[in-house]
């Protein structure tokens, strides 16, 4: 009886191996691939967001971390500039309970921006993004909710940082 365990339980741990090696080799099949780092089309930029902004802090860092494109502190020695047309917050409500109280709250982060060469021509043409991330509301926990928006607007700012960098790759330079 005990051989009969022991035989069965190495069959099991065959039967497992096949079925990871299987959904291994179809994940490898299907084109799947970790997202790696960016490739800009070319070699240098000027980010034109103000300096103590952390949306513009945090697309630099990034855009470093590339390791390839360096960011230029004048526009004018950039290869292309990326021009910021206006970066916008919004709450607004969403929904009332019976008492008319705000129930829900809805929190938008709006981008528009647009990106020339250095001879003034748009290489890529004004673009909008935006972000939205539904918060309800408590008030009773008013300052727990606080802290949820702003990890929330946080979070919505890593979103757009990466949707930027992914719409900076396919620039098309001529």
């Known amino acids: 009886m005990l051989s009969f365990f022991k035989q069965s339980r190495t069959f099991l741990n065959q039967l497992l191996s096949l079925c990871i090696a299987i959904s291994l080799l179809s994940l490898s099949g299907c084109g799947f691939a970790l997202r790696g780092p960016v490739n800009f089309p070319f070699a240098s930029i000027y980010v034109g967001f103000p300096d103590n902004s952390p949306l513009g802090g945090e697309l630099k860092r990034n855009i470093r971390a590339n390791?390839?494109?360096?960011?230029?502190?004048?526009?004018?020695?950039?290869?292309?500039?990326?021009?910021?047309?206006?970066?916008?917050?919004e709450k607004t409500i969403l929904s009332l309970n019976s008492q008319g109280r705000v129930r829900e709250y809805n929190l938008t982060y709006n981008l528009r921006f647009r990106v020339k060469d250095k001879t003034g021509k748009e290489v890529l043409e004004p673009t909008t993004i935006s972000l939205k991330r539904n918060i309800s509301f408590n008030e009773t926990q008013v300052l727990a909710k606080e802290a949820e928006e702003v990890l929330l607007y946080r979070d919505m700012q890593s979103d757009l940082v990466q949707q930027i960098m992914r719409r900076l790759a396919v620039v098309k330079m001529d």
């Open 67 to 89: 390791g390839k494109t360096l960011i230029s502190s004048d526009g004018s020695a950039a290869e292309v500039v990326l021009e910021v047309l206006g970066e916008t917050r």
